[in-house]
């Protein structure tokens, strides 16, 4: 699907059955757009919030059985209905996008674990509600791959969120490797530096691969969506490990040559 964002991670492809590529494209343009309002351009953070605040008020219409008149909200009034999928999923979104404009640092790896709850976790449960694969273990295996992949924009995105005045790792680490905020703002890489992203790097891989069996249970084109997805995460993994953790001069790309690796791992592993 064209977006107006670069993504390093498969959105809507071409190996999602085609019945569900439109629910699946309604639900990221309503997470895309609302994450739009918490990040771009230059609003102050009230203004943000009030935009915001439509998201939530369209969400209790749509629960009382209403449908909104705007054509994003009515699309997903009918996917919900359609697909009886959870409208929590959808507010938890909204949640944590307004925690992005008030909440910029966060103390505890369990703290940022739960961001990623609300951030991330929702999308990936709404496309098992969609395929009908909701038991504890399908759940639990899209949760961990979900909350790997937002950890691992986090590493690959530190100068950007920098630059909004977010730090998203975790003050705990950066006091146990001994780096300061100071030094992410010169962009400073030093072996503390290193130690640090390469602990943030395994830690996301370790996640990632804990939830990888999913894309081998579920069946056909969704089980290799997943694989796809997995295999992009950790191809961004690796790309910044190669660096030693240097993405302030180099931001992982995925190039033609990491697809070809990527669709080979997702066909092959």
Not at 51 to 72: C, D, F
Not at 82 to 100: N, R, T, V
Request: net charge neutral.
């Amino acid at each position: 699907m064209p977006v107006g964002h670069y993504e390093n991670f498969p959105v809507a492809s071409l190996l999602l059955p085609k019945r569900l590529r439109s629910p699946v494209e309604i639900i990221y343009r309503f997470a895309r757009s609302a994450d739009d309002l918490a990040d771009e351009g230059a609003d102050p953070d009230d203004v943000r919030l009030r935009k915001l605040s439509v998201y939530p008020q369209a969400l209790a219409r749509i629960a009382a059985g209403e449908t909104p008149a705007q054509p994003l909200f009515a699309d997903v009034a009918r996917i919900v209905r359609e697909h009886a999928l959870p409208l929590a999923l959808f507010g938890d979104l909204i949640d944590a996008f307004a925690q992005d404009v008030t909440k910029k640092r966060y103390a505890d790896f369990p703290e940022l674990l739960d961001y990623c709850r609300r951030s991330a976790n929702p999308v990936g449960r709404l496309l098992l509600h969609l395929f009908k694969r909701t038991s504890e273990t399908d759940l639990a295996g899209s949760d961990a791959v979900c909350s790997a992949l937002q950890l691992i924009n986090f590493w690959q995105d530190v100068a950007l969120d920098w630059k909004k005045g977010r730090v998203y790792i975790p003050q705990e680490d950066l006091r146990r490797f001994d780096v300061s905020e100071r030094q992410i703002a010169e962009g400073r890489v030093d072996a503390h530096w290193r130690s640090l992203m390469a602990f943030e790097c395994a830690r996301a891989r370790e996640l990632l691969l804990s939830g990888a069996p999913l894309g081998r249970v579920l069946p056909g084109r969704f089980g290799l969506e997943i694989r796809a997805t997995v295999h992009g995460g950790l191809r961004i993994l690796d790309k910044i490990d190669a660096v030693s953790g240097d993405v302030f001069r180099h931001r992982p790309v995925l190039k033609p040559l990491d697809w070809i690796k990527i669709v080979s791992g997702t066909i092959f592993t």
